[in-house]
């Protein structure tokens, strides 16, 4: 099956720093998605991105899906993003199954 | 105006309990799911149901029945809890083919097996 891997897997920032988190997958996908699981485990949706870019308030994502990786940056960290970022993905014919990557875990300290 | 609402959040049991947890969504979407998150953060599909027809069962112990009575229900029984049963379930829901909205979860239940 489809491989997605999260980089890096754990991310210290200081208040204000901007950041990149970055997604790798190893095949073709016809859906990507960027959540954030927030500290009481809720997983929100950030931004569902197969292909180009958006963004959304200090938050904004990039998929090159000719090149399998979608970038996720945050800008002006706050204490608020701390929690774990997952990308997932899905591939046509794979009865829309959404495969995660392991997550990568982000602490904003004030 | 819960998307996808999940009860209970929290179920502490002991083993060898039966329990089940209730999931509905008001989206309209077609499909929905389980998902199991384990201790490691690890999400994983479990069931896919689109339009009360299972579609996906990913090598689940069949002490897991998934079941859906409409479209906008999925309901998850276990039987003879486990210890290793103890994890986060997620339910969610998508429409497939309009890639509109992706996915949308529930807020989850922590099932802890005592």
């Known amino acids: 099956g489809i491989q997605v891997e999260q980089s890096p897997p754990d991310l210290i920032l200081q208040e204000g720093a901007n950041s990149t988190l970055r997604c790798n997958f190893s095949?073709?996908?016809?859906?990507l998605q960027w959540f954030h699981q927030n500290p009481w485990g809720q997983l929100i949706n950030l931004f569902y991105i197969p292909s180009g870019t958006k963004q959304n308030g200090r938050l904004s994502a990039t998929t090159v899906a000719t090149e399998r990786y979608s970038l996720l940056y945050i800008s002006s960290s706050q204490t608020t993003d701390s929690g774990v970022y997952f990308c997932?993905?899905?591939?046509?014919?794979?009865?829309?199954?959404?495969?995660f990557g392991k997550g990568i875990t982000l602490s904003v300290r004030p | 105006d819960t998307a996808v609402s999940q009860t209970p959040k929290y179920l502490v049991t002991q083993m060898g309990n039966d329990k089940s947890i209730k999931c509905e969504q008001n989206?309209?979407?077609?499909?929905m799911y389980w998902y199991k998150q384990d201790s490691k953060k690890f999400l994983k599909i479990m069931f896919s149901?689109?339009?009360?027809?299972?579609?996906i069962n990913e090598t689940v112990p069949n002490r897991f029945s998934p079941k859906s009575p409409d479209k906008a229900h999925l309901n998850l029984h276990i039987n003879s809890l486990e210890l290793g049963d103890s994890a986060v379930y997620f339910c969610?829901?998508?429409?497939?083919?309009?890639?509109?909205?992706?996915?949308?979860f529930g807020s989850g239940t922590r099932l802890t097996v005592v």
């Open positions: 989206l309209g979407h077609d499909t």
């Open positions: 095949d073709s996908v016809n859906n």
């Open positions: 997932a993905v899905t591939q046509t014919g794979a009865n829309s199954k959404l495969t």
């Open positions: 149901y689109n339009n009360k027809e299972l579609i």
């Open positions: 969610a829901s998508s429409q497939p083919g309009t890639g509109v909205y992706g996915y949308t």
